[in-house]
């Protein structure tokens, strides 16, 4: 087998102090240490909603299950592939960007497996912000067969984070006929600034954004109707074949794990909004939800 599976707790008591005793001893005369499962290795992604998932995770497996985490910091293209490899053993949030690589790793080539729904629904699109009153004043904006006649008062640009992310935003431009040209802000904590700089000068700007984002519970987005261009997805997990197969409670773990937008939001909102460090983000939400952590873990 590939790991070794996390070891049962022994009972109470006595019992518990004598098969405590024994192993401590049987390491001293063998000489040896005992056992200790391999690092989980879970792919990082940029986003904060990402960062949530993989600090919760990584808390609960190290501190309820005893299994240490190694993050893998790395873009989503490279994830998949690592993910293939065995240099990762989970990606935890995947929003079918990357079509053709889940069907080489999933379906045809095998090293990789669905781990199960995530538990939220994403959605990509634009919105406008900065100028709360801006959508208010002009509804009709919000359609795409009008926004053509607002573009010059959103500035003419299309704002979005990091120029690798996978966007459509150039074709739908050109197939609406927009006077719009779309500026990379360079990551998604610049595009945050961006969007905050337009609302302190009570500018509206146009923005791509995503859905769950913490960002909507501090300042007001207004989604634009768009034809169609970027469908709600169901937000979906996956594991290395091999971990999903010999990884024991981790890889069990890791299938049960899903949440709701709103408890990634609050986990997101306070490591990007509050600053606080994944780890004790990922604390306070673990000691305020032990219902659901207890649902993750019961029989692990």
């Avoid at 009972?11 to 049987?26: D, K, N, Q």
């Avoid at 497996?113 to 919105?127: Q, R, S």
Wanted: charge should be negative.
């Amino acid at each position: 087998m590939r790991r070794i599976r996390h070891p049962l707790f022994a009972g109470v008591g006595a019992l518990s102090l004598l098969a405590t005793s024994a192993c401590g001893l049987a390491g001293r005369v063998t000489g040896q240490e005992p056992p200790v499962a391999d690092p989980v290795r879970l792919a990082v992604p940029e986003w904060p909603g990402g960062l949530a998932n993989v600090a919760v995770a990584e808390y609960v497996l190290e501190n309820e299950l005893g299994i240490p985490v190694e993050k893998v910091y790395v873009p989503q293209n490279r994830a998949w592939d690592q993910l293939a490899d065995g240099d990762v053993d989970a990606i935890l949030e995947d929003w079918g960007a990357l079509p053709e690589l889940r069907d080489t790793y999933v379906e045809r080539r095998m090293t990789a497996v669905d781990g199960g729904p995530l538990g939220i629904t994403g959605h990509v699109g634009w919105y406008v912000a900065g100028d709360a009153e801006f959508a208010a004043d002009h509804p009709d904006a919000l359609n795409w067969r009008n926004l053509g006649e607002y573009t010059d008062e959103l500035g003419g640009e299309l704002l979005h984070g990091d120029p690798l992310f996978t966007t459509r935003d150039d074709d739908i431009i050109a197939d609406l006929d927009l006077d719009l040209t779309s500026v990379a802000a360079g990551s998604e904590d610049a595009l945050v600034a961006e969007i905050a700089a337009a609302g302190a000068a009570g500018r509206p700007v146009l923005t791509y954004l995503w859905q769950p984002h913490w960002l909507a519970a501090e300042t007001e987005l207004s989604e634009v109707e768009l034809p169609g261009y970027y469908p709600r997805i169901e937000l979906r997990k996956y594991l290395n074949a091999e971990f999903s197969e010999d990884g024991g409670p981790a890889a069990d773990f890791l299938r049960a794990f899903s949440w709701g937008e709103a408890d990634q939001n609050e986990v997101a909102e306070l490591i990007a909004g509050e600053g606080l460090s994944p780890g004790a983000a990922a604390e306070r939400w673990v000691t305020d939800h032990p219902d659901e952590v207890a649902a993750w873990t019961d029989g692990l």
